[in-house]
Every structure is written in structure tokens, then in C-alpha cells.
């Protein structure tokens, strides 16, 4: 049997043989001559076969892992398929070059590619025994190496199968082949960059390729820092990877490592004195995790924002998975916004305000550059973490600061943070930063916000818990496409406070009054709020426009994401100008070539002016008499900034800005996390809470550490100031309407931007018959002075006729008579009514004199169309903890 077994495999090993001897011009005679003749068929086939196999081989580049770098070049992660590092030569220790010899290749530097005396040696040995001996070269290998990582590249099991072939036709084939390749490869290149191509491209184990992958993972140094001891460790693991590392077994990897130092010291490339101290030491394990995923970076939330952000890019693919093949694959560079020391501070100081609590109340924050959309930073008081187990508040991967498209939990409650967006429509609608709104008589509620003393009401129902004074909206005081679902809406403020009749905007915004917003918004038109803050980029975390529903439009029912509060504030920083979060500035391929990136830029959205003047209200939040008053920076820095808090407290906010940066502070119980205990008294690290949790109880100080540490190297600045139409109003010439019926009157002071009242006069002249104005005709005025129609009542009782009237003159620069008590109201459900007259305007010393009885007035309300049945709420009709109290208490 033996006999027979010895013959078989020299007859199908002489063909390979025989062509091996033929390609290097040596026909070895040395062979029996009974099995020559044998074999002659086997042979001849054998050098046809080798002369027909191509000697090219094409291998695509290296599967390497590419580098995420923060703004500073420090690597984030390193995203790969294999944790595999390419490095050049110089980048080698010469020991480990030696090393890598000595063990698989002795005689490389002598042979070209196929040393015919250990191909001989293995041909004999297994046709003549049961062993199985290796006749392959270090090139040889390369070569096989090379196309396996082609073959699972391509996901090709055949090709895979017949790589591993070690017996029969195609171990043969597969043999030849590689020696073909390696004789060409020889010619191409020199010894040293196949040597350096090898150590690129081998496996050592414990999922690491590549030589400078395994130095940095086993030892933590570089490859070009590895002793002789670490060399022959690293050295002695290609064979037989899995087994012989040192983390699977560190006696084997001991044993190998001294059978390469002996190599060594045999082939003379150490000294005995080398030698002997080499072996006689221990393998020192430096074990560090590669950065592949992002659990391992310094900044994980960061980072997994930044990999979802790659793989929306179609300059990396047409797919995602074409992109993700590339990001782990092909040796990108990617060279982010992020301010990693920024970032770093800031997690400390979230996790400083909200340490681990039984309220589960946690932190997170983005910040932005205005002007540029880059994200400096952004962090959360939770540790990285996949277990998912707990209360998701303390540890998790799900990254609070972000949309649901980069993995996010869905957004937060933003609470009246959306009320800077009626103040921006109310402006661009001419409506000026010194005016003063005019609020209903309050009505009275319940706890659950039913209506109790409805006038239409014959039967009023009976409160549930305790009452309190609220606005009380109706369909027809919204645009028909965005109003309320129900019959009315009941709206509170805070502690049941600010509920007078007047109350100015100013105030309203510094104290964020809810029945002052609601108010606002149904003369400004809801729809069109939601249509500023989709230009500003607010949308829902899932990507969607904010509900057209005034609960959300004026006070935040809606879910956002720190990031894009952050991102859409900053546009008001900028002056009114909106760019996009950008994380990424560049990407260089392997080759060192920049890769064009399709990002949208910036644009403007809103009006400088229209920006400086929501800023100019905005920094009534962040005083001693305002909500945020907790923000305030020191050195009297200027900032601009809204609270913002949900019905439950469970959802808090800060957003606010400076010329330099935008910061958004979420404090609460993050979305999909689990409640804690209710959120009132609550006691969370050092810091006691009377009462509800607010924006401005820990959001808003939270905010102020934040900014007080980003900006210590940046100097104060400001913007500049409104101009006098932002802060008083545009002024207008008042048209002739003299002898007009009253909606002819009204149409022309509307072409003018110019509200009207009416107050009828005794006279013969027809009905309805406009006889004067106040202010008079010609008169220049503020938009927001509304004039007043005196119209004729079609008759003139007899026991007070008046004196005639004459309008004023065209060149008179001021009114004539003075202004009349506000007129009363309609009782026909009419357009939203004309205000009454408030106190006169404020001017700024620079501002021109206006005429002395000029007053000022809101914008005018638009007309509701008789409204179609909206679709449902998504939000119920009712209150919101609603506007603010004295400093410290927020808003809803």
C-alpha cells in the first residue's frame, strides 16, 4: 500500500516538477527512470498548463481602514472591514523584516520568486512519505494571501475553494499558478516591497492585518518601534494565526517566538548577547482595541453620527452599501468639524449637571458655528453603551442629539423654543419690536383645560380639580390649514401669571407668555410660521415639517433634536443666514486625492434686519428680568437664547447663541427612556429644584457652563443694532380714503400696510360714508398706529347736530383731533378685532421725531376664511404650563 501510495504521488507531482525545472532552465535527471515514462503525458500537460496561465496578477488595492480625524488631525475611529494599517518601508523595524525571513523564507533574497531546492526537497518528501512539506516562497505566499483577500472581497467561494485546494488537479493548478505569478512579480518589483507588501497583507491573529495593525494592537507601539523580542512574536503568529498569538495561548506564542529567534541568531541577523536576552524575556501584552467601531472612540456618539452622515453621501456611492464598501475598505481619510477638547469639556459638564438620579433626568447638547454649519461639538451625560437593559438614561448608544436619520431617539419636547419663529414672522410682517400686544379677557379652566365659563354654554360643566385663568382660542382666530381641531382652545401660563390686557412684546418674549404668543400668532398666521421655521431648518426629528397645529407652532408640542434647535438658531446669529450641520470638511482617498463633496450651502432665509430684531428681543430672555435669567454670561457678554419646556417637565431646553457659537441644551427625560420618579422638588447631584423642572432650572445654567468654557479664548462681540423700522415700524403716508365707503376705506390703508378702526358720526351724508380720518389724511405714521375711519351713520339727530368736519390738509404733518376711545367691539364674528389704542411708542434718541398723538399698534390681523373642518390634533386641545412667571419660572 505504501508502495503504491509513494508511486501515485510521484507520477501526479512529476508534471509540476518537470515545469518547474523547464521555467528555470534545469531538467532535473535525478528522478527514477521507471516512473519517468509514466508520467511523460502527465508532464508534458503540466508545462502546456504552466505556460497558459497568465502571469499578471491584477489585485485590487489593499482592504484597509480609513481614519474619521477630529478638526485637530487626532484619529476618532478607524472604520474597517479588517483592522488592517498600509505603511511603507521606512515604516518597518529592520528586526521585524528579519524577523518575517528568517521564519518563512531563508533564502528570499537569493531566489526570483521559486526556490527550486525547496520545491524539490517538498516534491520528494511528500512523494516519498505520508508528511506534507511546504516548497512555497515568501513571495509565493504573498501571492496567496493577495488573491484571498480578492476572493472574500468579491464574496467568490469557488475561487476562495480552490485557494485552499492542497491536493489533486487543482492543488496542482492552483500551485503553478501561484508560482507563475511569483516569478512575474519578481521581475516587477523589488525584494523589499514584496517583503513590505507581505507584512502589509498578513493575518496575525486576534483580528488584526498587517503588521503595523498588530504592533499598535499587541504591543501598542508603532511598527517601526517593534524590538527583536516583539518582531519574532509577530513573526512567529503567520503560520498558524489562531493558535500561536499570544492572547490565544502565550506558552505556544512563547515557543514559536524562540524558534524564530534561533533563525534569527543562525542566519546571523542578531548577536548571541540579542539572542540570549530575547529569549530569556516574557511577552509583555500592551492589548489596545482598534477603533473599527465606534464604541471604542473617544467621542462614540460623534462618531456614529459622522459614519450615518458618510453613508448619505453620494459622492462615496450610488448606495449605501456601495459607500459603506468603500468607507471600509478603501483608506479614506475623513477629516471632521469636531473640536475634540470642546467636546470633551462639554460631556464633562453635562455629566456634572446630570449625574445618575431617580428622576432618570439626563443631558445633551450640540454646538454650532454661525455661519458655517459646522458641528464644534456635541456630547450627552450617558456612557456609551449597548446594553440597553436598563433605564436607558445612564448608559446607551442611542445619541439624544441627533434627527432619527442618523440614528437618533425621535427628538425631544422643544416647548416655547418655538416661539422665536412667530417673533420672526411677526416682524418680517411688520409687526416692531416696541409694540404692544392686546390680550382677551381671560377665561377660566380646568385642570384638563375644559372650557368653564363659555358664554355659548347653557349648561356649564363641572371643573375637574383646581380652576385658572386662560386664553381661549377659537377656530376662527387661525388660518383655516393650521388651527385648532377642536371647538376652542384653553391656553395657561405659568403660575397662572401675566394674564393683563396689555402686555408688550418685549416682555412677552423676555417672560414667554403663552397667551401673549398664542395671540401673536393668530394675527400673524400660523401657516405662515410653520413656513419660517421650515426655511430656518426647524423641522421634527423625523424629518418632517412641524404639525400645523397651534399647540405645536406656538408652543413646541413638536419633537427636535438639540442638533437642529442648535443649527436653526445659529442662522439668527449669522443674521438671518442658514447653513446646514456640516461634520465633515474633506475626504482624501488613499492616494491622496481629495474626494468633491455635494453638500448644500449656505443661503439666506430670513432678512438681516428681521434677524437682528428677533436677536434684539431674544436678549430679553437672558436678563435679571427674564426667563433665562440663569444664562446670563459673565463679563456682560452678549447673548440671545429661548427656554423652552413640555406640559410634563419631562422635556426641557435652552437654545441661545452668540455672534460666534449656537448651543442647545436638552435636559430631561430623553425620548424612549424610562420615566423616572416625577419631576418636581427633585434633588439631582448638588443642586436642589423647588418645584417643576423648568428651562431655566438646570437647561438654561447648564447652557451659561457652556458657553462660559467654549468662549474663554474668544473675544465679546455683538451685532449690530435694528434698524429704526425693525424697532418702531415702517412709516406710511396715510392715503386720501375721504368719501369711501368703509371697505374701500379699509382695502386702501391695507395697500398701505395700515390697520383700521371705525367710529361712526352723526351726519347726513350716506352710510357708511367715510368723513375723516385720525390721524388726517396725508399724515406720515407708523404701520402700527391704526387709523381710525370716522364713517357717517346716515343721519343727524336733531337735538345735537355737529359742527362740519374738514379733513385734514395733505401737507399737515400731524393729526387733527385727538385720538378717540377704542371703538367697540363687533359682535358678528368679524375679522380679528382692532386694537385698542396702547400707550405711545417708545423712540430711540436716534430715531426721527414722529408726530406727537402717533401711537403705536399690532399689525393687522388676516381675515379667516369661513374655516373647513381641520384635520385632528395631534395634540389635544389644552393647556401647556404656559408663559412665565417671575425670573426662574419657564415657559411651556
Known sequence: MRSALSAAKVTSLLGIFL??????????????????????????????????????????????????????????????????????????????????????????????????????????????????QGGSTLTQQYIKMALQAEAIKEQDADALQQLNSRSGMDGYIRKLRELKYAVTLEERLTKDEILVGYLNLAFYGDNVYGVEAAARHYFDVRAKDLSIAQSATLAGIVRAPTTTNP????????????????????????????????????????????????????????????????????????????????????????????????????????????????????????????????????????????????????????????????????????????????????????????????????????????????????????????????????KEDFQEDCTIGEDYWTVRNALDQNHDPEIELRTATGLSVNTAFATLASQVGTCDIVDTMTEMGLRAATGEEFSPFPPSIVLGSDYASPMTVATSYAALAAGGVYCPPLPVTKIVDSSGEEIPLETPGCERVIDEEVALGTVELLKEVVQMTGSGWTAILDGDRPAAGKTGTNN???????????????????????????LGEERSDMQIGDRFIEGPLFGSSL??????????????????????????????????????????????????????????????????????????????????????????????NGFTPAAAQPAPQQPAPPQQPAPQPAQPAPPQQPAAPPPPPSQPDPPAEPEPPEAAEPPPEEEAEPAPAPAPAPAPEPPPEEEPPGEGPGGDGPPGQDDG
Open 19 to 132: 515545469a518547474v525545472s523547464v521555467l528555470m532552465g534545469v531538467i532535473a535527471a535525478g528522478l527514477a527512470a521507471p516512473v519517468v515514462g509514466a508520467a511523460g503525458l502527465a508532464a508534458r500537460e503540466g508545462v502546456g498548463m504552466f505556460d497558459r496561465l497568465p502571469g499578471d496578477l491584477e489585485q485590487n488595492p489593499l482592504a484597509q481602514q480609513s481614519r474619521i480625524l477630529a478638526a485637530d488631525g487626532s484619529i476618532l475611529a478607524t472604520p474597517a472591514k479588517q483592522n488592517r494599517i498600509i505603511v511603507e518601508s521606512d515604516e518597518i523595524s529592520q528586526h521585524m523584516k528579519d524577523a518575517q525571513v528568517a521564519i518563512e523564507d531563508e533564502r528570499f533574497f537569493d531566489h526570483g520568486g521559486m526556490d527550486v531546492e525547496a520545491l524539490a526537497r517538498a516534491v520528494v518528501s511528500n512523494a516519498t512519505t505520508d508528511n506534507t
Open 247 to 474: 492572547v490565544a495561548d502565550v506558552e505556544v506564542a512563547t515557543a514559536r517566538r524562540n524558534t524564530v529567534l534561533d533563525k534569527m541568531v543562525a542566519l546571523e541577523m542578531i548577536t548571541e548577547e540579542e539572542w540570549e536576552a530575547a529569549r530569556e524575556s516574557e511577552i509583555e501584552l500592551t492589548l489596545t482595541d482598534s477603533q473599527r467601531s465606534c464604541i471604542n472612540s473617544r467621542n462614540p456618539y460623534f462618531c456614529d453620527y459622522v459614519t450615518a452622515w458618510l453613508l448619505q453621501q453620494p459622492a462615496l456611492g450610488a448606495t449605501q452599501d456601495e459607500r459603506f464598501e468603500r468607507l471600509t475598505t478603501e483608506g479614506l481619510t475623513i477629516t471632521t468639524t469636531l473640536d475634540r477638547e470642546l467636546s470633551d469639556e462639554l460631556g464633562e459638564i453635562l455629566r456634572e449637571a446630570t449625574p445618575q438620579n431617580d428622576y432618570n433626568v439626563a443631558s445633551a447638547a450640540t454646538i454650532i458655528q454661525p455661519g458655517t454649519g459646522h458641528v464644534l461639538a456635541f456630547n450627552q451625560s450617558s456612557e456609551y453603551s449597548f446594553d440597553e437593559s436598563g433605564d436607558k438614561v445612564s448608559s446607551t448608544s442611542v445619541n439624544w442629539n441627533v434627527d432619527t436619520e442618523y440614528g437618533g431617539p425621535g427628538g425631544m419636547e422643544i416647548g416655547s423654543v418655538a416661539k422665536t419663529y412667530t417673533v420672526v414672522e411677526a416682524l418680517e410682517k411688520g409687526v416692531p419690536v416696541e409694540t404692544t400686544l392686546e390680550i382677551a379677557e381671560p377665561g377660566l379652566a380646568d385642570e384638563n383645560g375644559v372650557w368653564l365659563d363659555n358664554p355659548e354654554d347653557d349648561d356649564p360643566p363641572q371643573p375637574e380639580g383646581e380652576t385658572h385663568p386662560v386664553g381661549v382660542f377659537q
Open 648 to 674: 410634563n417637565s419631562s422635556h426641557t431646553y435652552f437654545a441661545g447663541f452668540t455672534p460666534q457659537l449656537s448651543t442647545a441644551v436638552f435636559v430631561g427625560v430623553p425620548t424612549g427612556a424610562v
Open 699 to 792: 437647561a438654561a445654567p447648564t447652557w451659561k457652563a457652556i458657553m462660559e468654557m467654549a468662549h474663554a479664548d474668544l473675544p465679546v462681540e455683538d451685532w449690530e443694532e435694528p434698524s429704526d423700522e425693525i424697532l418702531n415700524g415702517k412709516r406710511v403716508t396715510i392715503p386720501d380714503v375721504i368719501g369711501m365707503d368703509e371697505e374701500e376705506a379699509r382695502e386702501a390703508l391695507r395697500e398701505e400696510g395700515l390697520t383700521a378702526s371705525v367710529q361712526q358720526v352723526g351726519s347726513s351724508s350716506p352710510e357708511g360714508t367715510v368723513l375723516y380720518t385720525t390721524p388726517g389724511v396725508g399724515s406720515s405714521i407708523r404701520t402700527t398706529t391704526s387709523v381710525v375711519l370716522h364713517v357717517s
